[in-house]
Structure formats: structure tokens, C-alpha cells
């Protein structure tokens, strides 16, 4: 049974770069036709996609945060990572990742991990 893990920092200052990491566990994240997606809901908002990391190594953000966005992996970890820079107030959400599996859509999440955005 495959398990995703987020863990980020909680807190971010304004014009910072904010870093959250998954690692799963009972999957590979080179597993053919999967990727792995980060997911964020803003507060009284509905879920936004901001990208993702396909077993290639390939990835594809969402064009509004794209020029902000960056996901990477450490496949002898198992882990991925988003990176958000220049964060404001307006990025303060619980963020998700998820694995997306062909055909199926994103079948399995993590519990998600609260960042606000503050000084």
C-alpha cells in the first residue's frame, strides 16, 4: 500500500522560498505511467494544482505558478520536492502530494501540511 508523507517548514516569510518534501513509501517514484503531484487548497478555496514530477524525471507546473515553481526528486530517497519562490500571504494553504496514476487520476495523498505565508 503506498504511503506519501509531506513535511515543510509550517511558517514562511513574505519573498522567501518555501520547500516541502514527500517521500513515499510502498511505490517507486520511477514507476512507469506515474507521477507525482503537489496539490495546494488555500483557506475556504477549492484544491489548486501546482505540478508535477513523472517517473522520466519530466515535470509540469501549473502556468500561473510556473515561473515560481520547482519540482525536483531524490530517487535513492524516494522523495520529491516542491520549491515556491517569492511567497506571499496569497500562497498560504495546506499542501498535498499525490501520486497520479494513468487512467485512475490521483488515487493516493498524503495528509497534507499547513504552511501560512507571514512576517
Known amino acids: 500500500q503506498v504511503q506519501l508523507q509531506e513535511s515543510g517548514p509550517g511558517l514562511v516569510k513574505p519573498s522567501q522560498t518555501l520547500s516541502i518534501t514527500c517521500t513515499v513509501s510502498g511505490d517507486s517514484i520511477t514507476t512507469n505511467g506515474h507521477a507525482w503531484s503537489w496539490i495546494r487548497q488555500p483557506p475556504g478555496k477549492g484544491l489548486e494544482w501546482i505540478g508535477y514530477i513523472v517517473h522520466s524525471g519530466n515535470t509540469y507546473t501549473s502556468p500561473s505558478l510556473r515561473s515560481r515553481t520547482s519540482i525536483s526528486r531524490d530517487t535513492s530517497k524516494n522523495q520529491f520536492t516542491l520549491q515556491l519562490s517569492s511567497v506571499s500571504p496569497e500562497d498560504t494553504a495546506v499542501y498535498y502530494c499525490?501520486?497520479?496514476?494513468?487512467?485512475?487520476?490521483?488515487?493516493?495523498w498524503g495528509q497534507g501540511t499547513q504552511v501560512t505565508v507571514s512576517s
Open positions: 499525490a501520486r497520479k496514476v494513468a487512467f485512475l487520476g490521483h488515487n493516493s
